[in-house]
T-cell receptor
């Protein structure tokens, strides 16, 4: 089957410190899935943070980066210096295309940035 | 202007009640989805559709029906609501070459 694992349910980081949120995936449906990070700020809906379609490539947005690593089946989210406004829930997702088009989500990681 | 809208944004009903959640997209996408989001479970797919009149079963379909009346409109129906269906519901649409989805703002449903 297909699955996404985010090992941390909640992460607390001090402002200006670095961040890494782990994401690994497993798939039997597709050899080269699309990979996504979505974010949900308090009181808002989900919005796309970044996506990477090609293995080995890096995506970036708003200071966040993630590299699609097919060897380790990972897509970790990183930021060098977080801000209080980054406090949100972050979801890693695996995209299946072809006859069926679906996103498989991880459970989400709540990031709390302390001033 | 928002491309995926949901109504109502908040809904309170009683056990056994009948609820319809509405979703409209103006992205001209073929695919539309209904999810529920619960603490500790992430987003779970209820039903989805790849066009008007089409319906596909998702991962947690029990207790839910859905109907896609047009390319733009996708409805989620709870005919006998139960407290276990208290949740935050998201609608999304998808089109183009990749699996990227665009989400609505969510509907918070409370079943008393």
């Amino acid at each position: 089957g297909d699955s996404v694992t985010q090992t941390e349910g909640q992460v607390t980081v001090s402002e200006s410190k670095s961040l890494i949120i782990n994401c690994t995936y497993s798939t039997t449906s597709i050899a080269y899935p699309n990979l996504f990070w979505y974010v949900r700020y308090p009181g808002e809906g989900l919005q796309l943070l970044l996506k990477v379609i090609t293995a080995g490539q890096k995506g970036s947005s708003r200071g966040f980066e993630a590299t699609y690593n097919k060897e380790t089946t990972s897509f970790h989210l990183q930021k060098a210096s977080v801000q209080e406004s980054d406090s949100a829930v972050y979801y890693c997702a695996l995209g299946i295309t072809g006859n069926t088009r679906k996103l498989i989500f991880g459970l989400g990681t709540t990031l709390q940035v302390q001033p | 202007e928002a491309a995926v809208t949901q109504s109502p944004r908040n809904k309170v009903t009683v056990t056994g009640g009948n609820v319809t959640l509405s979703c409209r997209q103006t992205n001209s996408h073929n695919y539309m989805y209904w999810y529920r989001q619960d603490t500790g479970h992430g987003l779970r797919l209820i039903h989805y559709s790849y066009g008007a009149g089409n319906l596909q079963i998702g991962d947690v379909p029990d207790g839910y029906k859905a109907t896609r009346t047009t390319q733009e409109d996708f409805f989620l129906l709870l005919e006998l609501a139960s407290p276990s269906q208290t949740s935050l519901y998201f609608c999304a649409s998808s089109g183009g070459n990749y699996a990227e989805q665009f989400f609505g703002p969510g509907t918070r449903l409370t079943v008393l």
